[in-house]
Structure formats: C-alpha cells, structure tokens
Nanobody, 127 residues
Framework: QVHLVESGGGLVQPGGSLRLSCVVS????????TGWFRQAPGKEREGISC????????YYAESVKGRFTISRDNAKNTIYLQMNSLNPEDTAVYYCATDPDWYYSGDVPNPHDFTSWGRGTQVTVSS
C-alpha cells in the first residue's frame, strides 16, 4: 500500500518562497512517476509539475515554469517542490501523487492517471 504525506505549506507573502516535501511509503520511488498537483477553491485539480520514473524528464505547467522546481531523493523516498516568486494565484491545496505507469510524453498530466495521493498541504500567498 502506498502512503504519501505532504508538508511545507503555509502562509507566505507575494514574492516569497516555499519548499514542499512529500514522503512516500510503500513502493520504491524510483519505480514510480511522481507529480505535484494543486486545487484552488472552485477550480479543478491541475497538474503543475511531474517527473518520469525512468529518465527523469520533467513537466511544468506554463503558470509555474521558471518559478517552480520539482526534484526527488530516491534514497529518502521523498519528492520536493521548490516554489519561488509566489503570487496570490498560487494559493491552493497542493497534493503529491505517484503512479507506476504514467509517463510524460507531451500531454498535460491528468489527475485521473495517478493512482496514489497524499492528503494535501495548504499554500496561501497573501500580504
């Protein structure tokens, strides 16, 4: 059974930074694609950054490209999302997710393609 726990969310001023972490228990992280999604009030869950299990290819949504960086530490079974230059539009609940079969080949990640999810961590960007 896969268990994911996010941490690192909080309240930050516009222009600030946060680093989210997600500890994955169960499978070997290297055998799973991993990703970060977010859901703002009244909006659908969207994929913002994902990383392939095999070749490390990454995906970033246009809204976060150049500001967010996804990484993973396979030895610690942990994935990270470094978020810089945050703005109020980044306010959302952030979720990490894994899947043994998903592979980024150019399509926008669909949340339905990821099988295991954390419970989320709130990120609020406000002055």
């Amino acid at each position: 059974q896969v268990h994911l726990v996010e941490s690192g969310g909080g309240l930050v001023q516009p222009g600030g930074s946060l680093r989210l972490s997600c500890v994955v228990s169960g499978p070997t992280l290297a055998a799973h694609a991993t990703g970060w999604f977010r859901q703002a009030p009244g909006k659908e869950r969207e994929g913002i950054s994902c990383i392939n299990r095999s070749d490390g290819t990454t995906y970033y949504a246009e809204s976060v490209k150049g500001r967010f960086t996804i990484s993973r530490d396979n030895a610690k079974n942990t994935i990270y999302l470094q978020m810089n230059s945050l703005n109020p539009e980044d306010t959302a609940v952030y979720y990490c997710a894994t899947d043994p079969d998903w592979y980024y080949s150019g399509d926008v990640p669909n949340p339905h393609d990821f099988t295991s999810w954390g419970r989320g961590t709130q990120v609020t960007v406000s002055s």
